[in-house]
């Protein structure tokens, strides 16, 4: 095992890799921009480094600059979190040139599963199911046209480099696809440096659910079940949750299996996830592969007793898995919220001081947070500033702990999305189990005219 | 004269508008892109673009403008 680890991430998952060092006694490294100087994750950690000024590429990515920190602190290896560096190949590279281990999979697959024209070719090579699409880069918009002739419309044009959020675009004709193309290829020519795009078919009221797996170096593949993620803005997640209340346990054998197959083909290690898209009659079809921690992790680790990060660490150094997938146990419900300093009804971000700050307790309930009271929320990163985990035997035990503790969650001097989130899980149709991504949009905001 | 300023540091993902455009009240000039996700800056009262000073796959800090309106 290592005897010390430079995080280089900041905020929650900063602090939450930290907590499972100094459980391990692994000595902890963290980086923090001249924005994050006072947080909490700074002072937990057992050495701290300034790594440059508050925007993130003279901060978080600036690569060279954590890898010399991680050399002069004598760190053995780098666990890179979620976002900033940790889906870059090029930086994994770097790491494991001088000598770091790369707390995550092998550079080639980081970058293979990093292009999705690449990743979607893969996964029928093993043998998962994909979108009804093309997978090779369209040039033009007369190829672009004939390719959705022949898949019909509605489609989702998507660049290759793109994921998350960002880089899709819906259409319903032609005239819609002749409209985006040219912009869109542009687009993410310049954004991503490769402007590569493709068509896949539109999946109607889908349901985006992930299955987490764990691999070591030895060959061995344990799946922990899945986390149903469709409640999302912007297409971007805000509850997250496990078991998923809308797939059967056919489906999820299935997807258990075809999770499996895809990272034994791609030869993964360590921690990562395949995101599916799941429609009105369970069929799954493969959208991404995340080749990191996920956010929504916690709502796994509630379910199975394990420490991902833990895990992480263990398979990083070299040691097999110490559990077989029938080790793995599922265990009542779990439910995670994302709690964003944004406005609950723009979901525009709303920096600021906070001034009180108070965190839910009670059974159950568990909170991934990295802010105090008199933190500042600065615009310069991802404005999201904790997580509210609530368990129960059940889903509605899970439910009403997590409504409970929403409504006691004390946080004062910026705008939350807290409102919303209550109004989220206390919905029925929430509470019925039925949630697909156009949650938001076909309940949610409707509420917000309704009571004006 | 109005600056339209991004309100968030992030990378410039899309521009909606260019000089000479008559805008609303609401109307959305750009899109920044920050972990992932889209996030469009509105402008807050009707007007002209009379600048735009982005480009798509610029980073900007939360007080640069980006458009100005008359």
């Known amino acids: ?452 | 004269m109005a600056k339209v300023e991004a309100g968030m540091a992030g990378n410039v993902w899309k521009v909606l508008v260019k000089e000479g455009d008559e805008v609303k009240a609401g109307q959305e000039v750009v899109i920044l892109e920050s972990m992932k996700m889209e996030i469009p800056v509105a402008v807050e009262a009707d007007g002209k673009v009379t600048k735009v000073h982005v480009q798509e796959g610029d980073f900007v800090n939360d007080t640069d403008a980006i458009v100005d309106v008359e």
């Open chain 1, 1 to 452: 095992m290592f005897t010390k680890v430079l995080i280089a991430n900041r905020g929650e998952i900063a602090l939450r890799v930290i907590r499972t060092c100094q459980k391990l006694n692994i000595q902890t490294v963290a980086i923090y921009s001249e924005a994050d100087a006072d947080a909490l994750f700074v002072r937990e950690a057992d050495e701290a480094y300034c790594v440059g000024k508050p925007p993130v590429n003279q901060s978080y990515l600036n690569a060279e600059e954590i890898i010399a920190i991680a050399k002069k602190s004598g760190a053995e290896a780098v666990h890179p979190g979620y976002g900033l560096l940790s889906e870059n190949a090029s930086f994994a590279t770097r790491c494991i040139n001088e000598g770091l281990t790369f707390i995550g999979p092998s550079p080639n697959i980081i970058a293979s599963m990093g292009s999705k024209i690449e990743a979607r070719k893969t996964m029928k090579e093993a043998g998962v199911p994909i979108i009804e699409g093309i997978n090779t880069s369209l040039e033009s918009e007369d190829e672009a046209k004939l390719a959705a002739k022949e898949i019909g419309y509605p489609l989702m044009l998507k660049a290759s480099a793109g994921g998350g959020g960002i880089g899709m675009q819906l259409v319903n004709s032609e005239e819609e696809l002749v409209k985006a193309f040219a912009g869109n290829k542009k687009r993410a020519e310049s954004f991503f440096g490769d402007g590569a795009m493709f068509l896949e078919k539109y999946i109607a009221e889908p349901h985006h659910i992930e299955v987490q797996i764990l691999a070591d170096s030895h060959g061995n593949v344990v799946p922990l079940w899945e986390r149903e993620c469709s409640i999302q803005r912007r297409n971007q997640k805000v509850v997250e949750e496990a078991p998923s209340p809308f797939i059967n346990e056919e489906t999820r054998n299935k997807m258990l299996e075809a999770a499996i197959k895809a990272a034994q083909h791609i030869g993964y290690t360590n921690a990562g996830t395949i995101e599916f898209l799941v429609d009105r009659e369970q069929n799954f079809y493969f959208l991404e592969m995340n080749t990191r921690l996920q956010v929504e992790h916690p709502v796994t680790e509630e379910i199975t007793g394990l420490d991902l990060v833990e895990e992480q660490l263990k398979v990083a150094s070299g040691a097999k898995l110490s559990f077989t997938r029938e080790d793995v146990t599922r265990n009542g419900h779990a439910i995670e919220v994302r709690i964003y300093a944004e406005d609950p009804k723009t979901f525009f971000p709303s920096p600021g001081k906070i001034t009180e700050f108070k965190l839910p307790e009670g059974e159950g309930i568990r909170n991934e947070c990295a802010i105090e009271a008199g933190s500042q929320v600065t615009p310069f990163y991802d404005p999201m500033i904790g997580k509210l985990i609530a368990w129960g035997q059940t889903r509605e035990e899970a439910c009403s702990r997590l409504k409970r503790a929403l409504e006691d969650y004390k946080i004062e001097g910026i705008k939350t999305n807290i409102p919303m989130l209550i109004k989220t899980v206390s919905h029925e149709q929430f509470l019925k189990g039925y949630t697909t991504t156009q949650f938001v949009n076909e309940y949610y905001l409707p509420l917000l005219t309704s009571t004006k």
